[in-house]
């Protein structure tokens, strides 16, 4: 009997034996075509560059405190990201995953308006259908209704403004610009009940990952927002945890956007599962306000920075810099899109197929022309996932939330490095998981 505490505590699960490029192999020696664990193995399983410079670092120097020490990866991951990052940002905090990365966030904002004499700013506004992590300050800035249940007394009170999810709440007859303006000035609404001078930070997903299913905001959302933020002094902070890093076609997701945040969170494809790693990058104008203020970032961990995490990140960091996997991923982006319409796109169930690069959704609907959500008792992102494990393929079918609704979709985030005839297997194997479920 197994000791280990599985999520679905009643589930038996394959157990990974090895891996093979975009395949995962169990340990009676089945494939399967990784399209979905969460979009963290971008490179594959088995790149040669990320395992050798794991296996130099153990060797080197696995562990040092960075209350004492850095270390020589960590400095040059942080010189490579900086060098390639939008805007000013400047500055590299490691974490060891997403949550992490999300909550640094919170608190280096707060901080930053403590240094910079503005301790009324405390409020964070985030968007509602939003997953920023699953730890308490992570969890009260998302929007995800059903991860937060049971939580909710628990949680830090953040306010919400609606998502731009243009397929499920544009009204027809309104072009795809203004209704990007108007759910956008809804932060300008929500900043100015709370009182400007109280609001320190606006958080929000550049593609929407877990709770919606490859969402991205429609054009000018994204530069509407930036508006606001600078007129009120509200600092954006984006998360790019599942849709960064190369993910998207670009390397940053916001790169897309033409704006830059003042805070970024990634993580992910950031070590592409060789190690748990995790990143927030900030200007110069945060950090030198703690650095010229109180000098110490009231925050920490004892694996930030780890060496052996940021020696695989760094290799994970150059080989997408050098290859230009970024690019790569925008073509085979467009294929993957193409080959999921001309098999989905007329099943009765299959309302909208959309994404960005390797980075893609199917909202699953009752109706096509009503848009309405399948009852959640069905359960079908489940049933979905199981066929799919069964023929082979790893997919992320997942519940979302849609008018407090549980809706259905699933997201495909295949490694950057697949081939033409692995997306005919990857659309093939969804299209009959799908069509033995619904
Ligand atoms: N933010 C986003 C956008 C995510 O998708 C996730 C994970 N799905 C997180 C934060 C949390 O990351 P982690 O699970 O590594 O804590």
């Known amino acids: 009997m197994s000791h280990v505490f599985p999520r679905h505590t009643n589930s038996e699960l394959p157990i990974a034996a090895g891996g093979d490029g975009c395949y995962l192999i169990d340990a009676l020696g089945r494939r399967y075509l990784d399209c979905g ?29 960075t209350g004492f020490m850095t270390s020589e990866p960590a400095e040059a991951l942080a010189d490579l990201l900086v060098e390639h ?11 060891s995953g997403g949550s992490e990365a999300t909550e640094a966030a919170i608190k280096l904002a707060r901080q930053y308006f403590l240094e910079i004499g503005q301790p009324d700013r405390r409020h964070v506004i985030a968007r509602r259908q939003s997953y920023h992590g699953n730890t308490l300050g992570a969890l009260s800035a998302g929007g995800n209704a059903w991860r937060r249940a049971q939580f909710a007394p628990m949680l830090i009170e953040m306010t919400h ?33 709370l009182g400007s001078e109280t609001v320190m930070a606006f958080m929000a997903e550049p593609v929407v990952g877990a ?14 927002i930036r ?87 760094l290799a994970v960091v150059g080989e997408m810099t050098q290859r230009d ?33 390797l980075f893609r959704g199917i909202e699953l609907v009752t109706d096509r022309d009503t848009k309405a959500p399948l009852d959640p008792a069905l359960g079908v992102a489940g049933k979905i996932k199981k066929a799919a494990l069964a023929e082979g393929l790893i997919c992320y079918p997942m519940s979302g939330t849609r008018d ?35």
């Open 404 to 438: 407090g609704r549980l809706g259905d979709h699933i997201l495909l985030a295949p490694p950057f490095i697949i081939e033409d005839a692995q997306i005919d297997e990857m659309v093939g194997k969804l299209s009959k998981a799908i069509e033995a479920v619904i």
């Open 85 to 95: 990052a939008p805007g000013e940002l400047d500055r590299v905090y490691f974490v």
């Open 325 to 357: 996997l970024p690019g790569r991923v925008a073509i085979m982006g467009e294929k993957v899109q193409s080959a999921l319409v001309a098999a989905l796109g007329q099943h009765p169930n299959v309302g909208d197929i959309r994404g960005r690069g």
């Open 227 to 313: 508006e606001i933020c600078d007129q009120y002094g509200v600092l954006l902070i984006l998360d790019e945890v599942m849709c960064g890093m190369g993910r998207t076609g670009h390397l940053f997701a916001c790169d897309h956007d033409g704006i830059a945040p003042d805070i970024l969170c990634i993580a992910k494809g950031l070590g592409a599962g060789y190690q748990p790693i995790g990143a927030m990058m900030c200007t110069a104008k945060i950090f030198d306000a703690i650095r010229d203020g109180s000098g110490f970032f009231q925050h920490g961990h004892t694996y930030i920075g780890h060496p052996v995490a940021t020696a695989a990140a």
């Open 161 to 193: 403004i609606a998502p731009c999810y243009e397929y499920a709440e544009k009204p027809e007859g309104e072009s795809s610009f203004d209704y990007g303006q108007r759910v956008a000035n809804e932060l300008e609404a929500e900043i100015l009940r």
């Open 37 to 65: 664990d969460a979009a963290v193995s971008c490179l594959g399983h088995s790149n040669p560059a990320v395992i050798k410079a794991v296996q130099g670092q153990v060797e080197q120097i696995a562990f040092a405190h």
């Open 211 to 224: 709770t919606l299913g490859a969402v991205p905001a429609v054009e000018g959302y994204f530069k509407r």
